[in-house]
Structures are given as C-alpha cells and as structure tokens.
C-alpha cells in the first residue's frame, strides 16, 4: 500500500545567488535551493508552466519570480554595497546570540556595543563616543552598534559611505 504524500513537497529549483567579484568582472553563481511548497499547488504551477513554456521549463521561471521579487524591494544591485549590507547582517547575528549574556554582564548592560567580523570590538555609554573609537582603531568600514537592553531592540547601522570604483 502506497503511503499518503503531506501536502508539502519538497522541490529542489535553481535560484540566482551569490555575486562574485573577479578582477573587474562580475560573475552570476547559480545555487540550489529547496522550496516548500503546497502539493497541489506545485501541481498547478507545473501544468501552468507545461501550458505555456513546455517541458523541463519550472527551473527559469522561479528564478525569473525571485529575480523580479528581489528587483520590485529594490535592494541595490552595486556589489559593493550588497557585501555590507550583508556583512551588517552577519554581525547583528553575533549581537543577537549573545546579547542575553551581554545583558547580564554590568561592564555592557545598558552600554553601546559594537561588533565587527562577528567579535564584540568596542564598548560605551556613549554612541557618537563609540563610533568615533571605534572608526579610529579600525577605520570607516561596516560595524554594527546596538544598545544592550533586555527588551527593546535598537537598531544602530552607520555604513561607510560608498564612492564608486
């Protein structure tokens, strides 16, 4: 007897990722992903997609629905900045996960921490007293500032500004 399917599929699609630099040139790396999706509703799709592009077609039409997704946010196409961007992500993760120690610990509760290359590199009472130690020990370059507190979350991203090349 053949076991009932859930409702969800797991379905494996060529998405458009990450952007390489390379000497002056940029380079599109194609990534595999696994979706989740509704089973009728992946059935669906496959028929609509057979109907109109024929067989073996479902691959370019997610990526052409993320690629339109990711252009109708408007997030930035310059490299550069995606890397910050990312980057901030990266040590705001780091701020997060140990953010309840910090908060037990009197030397950060309460204080402005900064973190860069997801290590905690600097702390004050003082934001603008921070940044400016902060810039001056490691240059102007991404670091994520953040106030240590139990309940609210404040999100501080000053960013270099970017010139470009």
């Known amino acids: ?37 509704d089973d009728d509703l992946w059935r669906r799709f496959s028929i609509l997609v057979l109907r109109e592009r024929g067989k073996r077609k479902k691959n370019e039409v997610m990526a052409e629905l993320v690629k ?16 910050h961007i990312l980057q901030l992500e990266e ?14 610990d009197p030397r950060y509760r309460g204080k402005y921490v900064a973190f860069l290359q997801r290590t905690l590199i600097g702390c004050d009472e003082d934001k603008g007293r921070l940044v400016k130690s902060v810039y001056e020990k490691y240059g102007y370059v991404p670091i994520y500032i953040d106030k240590v507190v139990v309940s609210e979350r404040r999100a501080e991203v000053p960013s270099p500004e970017l010139t470009p090349p």
């Open 68 to 83: 339109d997704y990711v252009e109708r946010s408007g997030i930035t196409k310059d490299t550069q900045q995606l890397k």
């Open 1 to 37: 007897m053949q076991q009932m399917q859930e409702s969800a599929s797991r379905v494996r699609q060529n998405t458009y990722g990450d952007l390489e630099m390379n000497m002056n040139t940029v380079r599109l790396r194609l990534v595999k992903t696994t979706l989740e999706v």
């Open 91 to 104: 040590e705001r993760e780091a701020f997060l996960k140990v953010r309840d120690k910090l908060t037990q």
